[in-house]
Every structure is written in C-alpha cells, then in structure tokens.
C-alpha cells in the first residue's frame, strides 16, 4: 500500500522556522518526482514547492521562495520541508504529494502565530 | 502563472443523476510531448485529495468509471454519471504542465439533495 505520512507540524511564531518531514513506503520512491502543496483553513490548494527524483531541478511557488527549502533522501525514503521566516499567512496543512497527485498524504498542521 | 477556473462552486445534485464542472485554464495546457497535463482530484470532508483523472480522460487506479474527463486546450470537463453519496466533497482540477508551477482551481463543492 502506497503510503506517505508526514511530520513536524506544529505552533511557531513568526520569523520561526520548522522542518517538515514526509516518510514515504509502498513505492519506488526514487522514481517518482514530489511535491509539497497546502491548504489554508477553510481555503483551496496551493502547490509549494516541486524536487525531481535525483534533486537535480527543484522549483518555488513565489510566495515561499528564499524562504522554503525542499529536500530528499532517497536512501531514507524520505522528503523534508525546511521552512524559514514563517509568516501568518503559511498557517496551513501541508501535504506530500507525489509525482502529479497520484498519492497525498495525511497532512501535518503548521501554524504561525504570536 | 496559469489561472485554473472552475465553474459551477457549488452544485447540489440528486443521487442517481449526473453531475458536471467545467474548468478552464488560462493557457493551453498540451504540452510538447503531445500529452495534457490536466487533473482531478476529490476532497473528501475530514480528508486529504485524492486523484480521479489525470491527463484530462485517464481514471486512476480504484476510480470508479461513473468518473469520466473530457476536454482538450484549455476546456475541460469532469462528468459524474449516477451520483452517489460517497461522491460528496470538494473537486479541484489542477495543472501539471511542466515547469512548475502547478496551480488549482478554486474547488467546486458538491452535495447531495
């Protein structure tokens, strides 16, 4: 079973920083590409940020650029969001997605807040 | 970027009837490599999306065939034939066009009468 649970959520305030984790199984993880993409409260989606299997093309959505930092670790089967100068508006519940969307995650709640 | 839009938001639908969401991007989403790179996914209430069509037709894995896509360009369309309870949530379509960035529509919510 194709599984992707995620970590690190949590209250930060802002100017703070998080490191989102994303344990992936039930697939060859080092041939699909991934992406991070949230969801505000009550909002749509927002696709974050994208990393090709070998990490050699990574892309930003603007609003996180120079802020956010994706990585992975094919060995460990694991993606990771490192998140820097969080503001209010990335409160949001962040998901791993594979490849286009051929799997989510459950979700880890970021919030930021004084 | 390119804008996704998705009409109607919400729809209210009778169970055993149809339902339609038309979406429409700002730009042509056919690619070079001759594919479109249009997506469903369904939100469930409480849960996280989940994929029902990619490449603008192709159902994946566990779709029921009630789900079917249409469209080409910029035009595309997710018919529910025979709605059923278990359909009720929240539809995105999404681009995947590469490069990123990938962006949604704005969600249609669809309820059962």
């Known amino acids: 079973e194709v599984q992707l649970v995620e970590s690190g959520g949590g209250l930060v305030q802002p100017g703070g920083s998080l490191r989102l984790s994303c344990a992936a199984s039930g697939f060859t993880f080092t041939s699909y590409s991934m992406n991070w993409v949230r969801q505000a409260p009550g909002k749509g989606l927002e696709w974050v940020s994208y990393i090709s299997t070998s990490s050699s093309t990574i892309y930003y959505a603007d609003s996180v650029k120079g802020r956010f930092t994706i990585s992975r670790d094919n060995a460990k089967n694991s993606l990771y969001l490192q998140m820097n100068s969080l503001r209010d508006e990335d409160t949001a519940v962040y998901y791993c997605?594979?490849?286009?969307?051929?799997?989510w995650g459950q979700g880890t709640l970021v919030t930021v807040s004084s | 970027d390119i804008v996704m839009t998705q009409t109607p938001l919400s729809l209210s639908v009778t169970p055993g009837q149809s339902a339609s969401i038309s979406c429409k991007s700002s730009?042509?989403?056919?690619?070079?490599?001759?594919?479109?790179?249009l997506y469903w996914h369904l939100q469930k209430p409480g849960q996280s999306p989940q994929l029902l069509i990619y490449?603008?037709?192709s159902r994946f894995s566990g779709v029921p065939d009630r789900f079917s896509g249409s469209g080409s360009g910029t035009d595309f369309t997710l018919k529910i034939s025979r709605v059923e309870a278990e359909d009720i949530g929240i539809y995105y379509c999404?681009?995947?066009?590469?490069?990123?960035?990938?962006?949604f529509g704005q969600g249609t919510k669809l309820e059962i009468k």
């Open positions: 997605v594979r490849n286009k969307g051929g799997a």
């Open positions: 730009q042509s989403l056919l690619h070079s490599d001759g594919k479109t790179y």
């Open positions: 999404m681009q995947g066009i590469h490069p990123p960035p990938y962006t």
């Open positions: 490449e603008v037709s």
